[in-house]
Each structure stands twice: as structure tokens, then as C-alpha cells.
């Protein structure tokens, strides 16, 4: 199972986007039994967790997106979002959704969405 993001793009400093990973038809039945989270890889740097949200709706952050980026899931379309504010140009990189079990990415990674920040 691969997790296609979408919705990325080129912003300004300050702006926002929203991205969007809408899950496969052959995991919908455990969509929200699921955790979700969104990740970030920048240019030369490892993957990293940024956003994650528990199967009954707890939300956490990273502190370098805390209060700016908010993780949010619509069971009835099967779709995990990513609300960005206040965009940096630290923000830039590559930004992947997976399922978490034990705080672990679940399945294969998809393809991801780019997101360029412009200082």
C-alpha cells in the first residue's frame, strides 16, 4: 500500500496551503481505526514526523511547526489534511502521510507532495 499526498506547491513566507492524503480503496475499512501523521523530508535531511493524529482525534506537533500547521482527517472521504500557516522557508521539503501503529510508519511510502517556501 503506497499513501499518495497531494496539494503542494510554491508559497511566499507567511502564506499557507493545505495538503491532502486521501487513503486507497484497500485500507478505507481500517481508515479510522488508524493513527495518521504527516512527515517531512527536507533537502539533505532525514524524514521527520511533523504532525500526527490518534485514531480518537489527539493531535500532537512538532515544536518546529507547533501552533503554525494543523493535522486534521475526514473519515467520511477517507482523507488525512494538513493545514500550514505562517509558512517558513525552513518548511520547504518533500511532505508524506502514513498510517501509524506504535508510532512507526505503516505502510510503504508513496509519493510525496513538494512544498517551497520563498523567503
Known amino acids: 500500500v503506497q499513501l499518495q499526498a497531494s496539494g503542494g506547491g510554491l508559497v511566499q513566507a507567511g502564506g499557507s496551503l493545505r495538503i491532502s492524503c486521501k487513503a486507497p480503496r484497500t485500507i478505507t475499512s481500517v481508515f479510522n481505526s488508524n493513527d495518521w501523521g504527516w512527515y517531512r523530508q527536507a533537502p539533505g535531511k532525514q524524514r521527520e514526523l511533523v504532525a500526527s493524529i490518534t485514531n480518537n482525534g489527539i493531535l500532537n506537533s512538532a515544536d518546529s511547526v507547533k501552533g503554525r500547521f494543523t493535522i486534521s482527517k475526514d473519515s467520511a472521504r477517507k482523507t488525512v489534511y494538513l493545514q500550514m500557516n505562517s509558512l517558513k522557508p525552513e518548511d520547504t521539503g518533500v511532505y508524506f502521510c502514513?498510517?501509524?501503529?506504535?508510532?512507526?510508519?505503516?505502510?510503504?511510502w508513496g509519493r510525496g507532495t513538494q512544498v517551497t517556501v520563498s523567503s
Open positions: 502514513n498510517a501509524l501503529r506504535g508510532g512507526t510508519p505503516s505502510y510503504d
